[in-house]
């Protein structure tokens, strides 16, 4: 399948806790993108990991790519409610995925003050 | 910072219609999509677009469907004869040269099927 699986769907959770969200899939990916979309907007890039094992920090969120490259992590710190929204998964299907983004489900974030 | 821009917002269109929805992608960008994303529901691909024609198209995109790139800046997805099915954001991406290049969304079009 090349399915991409994000857990948890829903997440809802107070400000200050910390959280991860994970992205699974049993497809290799070239690369992978973590995308955050806002009601009525379109995804916004958060961030890219291209090699395995790569982790990447944009000031409270990290960003892990799996070393087999089939799965990806997203953990928050001291979560804020700035930070509420829909985040995505979506990367480049290494065989036979051609030029397309293949996106996960999706974990809707809540942080509540 | 350059952004990929649609237009209109929100499309309303009677079945049976045909819509043309507008993208003006990242003046650098080379390479050109088209998203939906059925509400409730996760961004599904459509179709791909480099040097002037169709690199991949998903079953999606049947012959309802086309897109064209009519000058050097405008990106158009056409839905010849619109069933309510087609309701959705549709999002429009571009990307820069180079295989581990992210694509860039814009913020979508809302497209009514009544």
């Known amino acids: 399948t090349q399915l991409l699986e994000q857990s948890p769907q829903f997440l809802s959770i107070q400000e200050g806790e910390n959280l991860t969200v994970y992205c699974n899939s049993s497809?290799?990916?070239?690369?992978l993108q973590w995308y955050r979309q806002e009601p009525g907007e379109g995804p916004v890039l958060l961030v890219t990991?291209?090699?395995?094992?790569e982790v990447k920090k944009l000031k409270r969120l990290t960003f892990q790519f799996g070393d087999a490259r089939k799965d990806s992590s997203l953990h928050i710190t001291a979560a804020q409610p700035g930070d509420t929204g829909l985040y995505l998964c979506a990367g480049f299907i290494l065989t036979g995925g051609g030029n397309k983004l293949t996106f996960g489900t999706g974990t809707q974030l809540k942080v509540e003050l | 910072e350059p952004e990929v821009t649609q237009t209109p917002s929100h499309q309303v269109t009677q079945m049976g219609q045909e819509v043309i929805l507008r993208c003006v992608p990242i003046?650098?960008?080379?390479?050109f999509y088209w998203y939906r994303q059925i509400l409730g529901q996760k961004v599904e691909f459509l179709v791909s677009f480099y040097n002037n024609e169709i690199s991949e198209k998903s079953e999606i995109f049947d012959d309802q469907f086309s897109v064209e790139r009519p000058d050097g800046s405008n990106f158009t997805l056409k839905i010849r004869s619109t069933k309510l099915e087609d309701s959705a954001m549709y999002f429009c991406?571009?990307?820069?040269?180079?295989?581990?290049?992210?694509?860039?969304f814009g913020d979508g079009t809302r497209l009514s099927i009544l």
């Open positions: 003046s650098n960008h080379l390479y």
């Open positions: 991406a571009s990307r820069a040269p180079g295989s581990s290049q992210p694509q860039h």
């Open positions: 497809s290799v990916f070239s690369s």
């Open positions: 990991v291209v090699t395995g094992g």
